[in-house]
């Protein structure tokens, strides 16, 4: 029995196993599709650069002998303490798949070879392992109905008092749209609100500026399709705030959540008050996505026009939530208007 090919053969599968785990989290938990398909291209060029070491599959299975491996019976109480959750599981399972690749690219030197291939995965499974690490402790993006706050729209009450009513009536988040506020006036309104929705126990979100989100320490910042993009906003403000991109058919619903956007806002679905729409998508475009099994799961809000008026339609196709703007913050009573729009939201929730 070789035992270079039996310390291959066993780092190998642990290895894998290591990369398979952080795979599954990133596909069901992160729900991570970038991150899904670099760590499952990791488990491929694993066996990649294991085939070009010129071994015989038959030869590593034969150095194979589980039964008298001294090293299965030895455990420590690490191993079975994942008490701090996925964050645990995913750094647990990193480790494991980074010392089993140093242990074959030793081995792989003392065969001859270079080990170089071993060597650059081990650095790219450092990378995933912080990736993921680091998703898992960003807070969760979805939403059932989030209020777009315009002052110019709280024609009845101030914006403080929306957000109050809001977050009593069960909005989860906030969003602050000052498409023409100056920077210091809106960096100073935005820290208010910011400080406000936090001590509520709500998120913040700053619609397209990632600089004001930053100073404000706002949980995240919303993007349009000529902004940012999601990689510079990603570089302002880290890995762990919210970011999310506003688009207009399902083509730029996927391509937002492959370049790494927490959440989308799909629309126009209605006509707005507050805004020239001459194209609608539709309630046809959103359960387009709801049959769509790699969107349905996504983080999503429907945009434009929403109101406890048409909520219904949006809930009755199973659309996980709704951005809403003039039909709270204009309204003379802002606490019923949303929590009739989060009732018909919560319906939603009980019947698919």
Do not use: W
Not at 68 to 80: C, F, L, Q
Not at 126 to 154: F, I, M, N, W
Not at 330 to 335: F, H, I, Q
């Amino acid at each position: 029995m070789n035992d270079l090919h039996r310390m291959i053969d066993a780092n190998t599968n642990r290895a894998s196993e290591g990369l398979r785990v952080l795979e599954d989290i990133a596909r069901f938990s992160l729900n991570d599709h970038r991150l899904s398909t670099e760590l499952k291209s990791l488990r491929h060029q694993l066996r990649s650069e294991i085939a070009d070491l010129g071994i015989e599959q038959a030869d590593l299975l034969t150095s194979r002998d589980t039964r008298s491996d001294v090293g299965t019976e030895i455990s420590t109480p690490a191993e079975s303490d994942r008490d701090a959750g996925l964050p645990d599981l995913a750094s647990a399972a990193s480790k494991r798949a980074q010392e089993a690749l140093r242990v074959i690219e030793e081995s792989s030197k003392a065969l001859g070879h270079s080990g170089v291939g071993f060597e650059r995965l081990r650095y790219a499974i450092y990378d995933t392992e912080r990736d993921v690490v680091l998703g898992l402790a960003k807070p969760s993006a979805a939403c059932s109905v989030c209020v777009l706050l315009t002052k110019a729209l709280c024609v009845h009450h101030s914006p403080e008092r929306i957000v109050e009513e809001a977050a009593r009536a069960g909005a989860g988040c906030i969003q602050i749209r000052e498409k023409n506020m100056k920077a210091s006036e809106l960096v100073e309104h935005a820290s208010k609100i910011t400080r406000l929705c936090h001590n509520l126990g709500i998120q913040i979100i700053i619609n397209d500026r990632a600089d004001i989100a930053h100073a404000c320490n706002a949980d995240g910042v919303h993007l349009g399709q000529h902004d940012l993009s999601i990689a510079a906003a990603r570089a302002i403000l880290g890995p762990t705030k919210i970011i999310g991109r506003s688009c207009s058919s399902v083509q730029q619903l996927k391509q937002a959540f492959d370049q790494g956007a927490d959440y989308c806002g799909l629309g126009p679905v209605f006509a707005s008050s507050t805004k020239a729409k001459p194209t609608l998508i539709g309630v046809e475009t959103l359960e387009r996505v709801m049959a769509d099994p790699d969107l349905s799961t996504r983080p999503m809000l429907a945009i434009s026009g929403i109101s406890r008026e048409n909520v219904d339609q949006i809930a009755g196709v199973g659309f996980p939530g709704v951005a809403v703007s003039s039909g709270v913050c204009s309204a003379e009573e802002p606490y019923e208007s949303c929590r009739s729009i989060v009732e018909s939201m919560g319906r939603l929730a009980r019947s698919h």
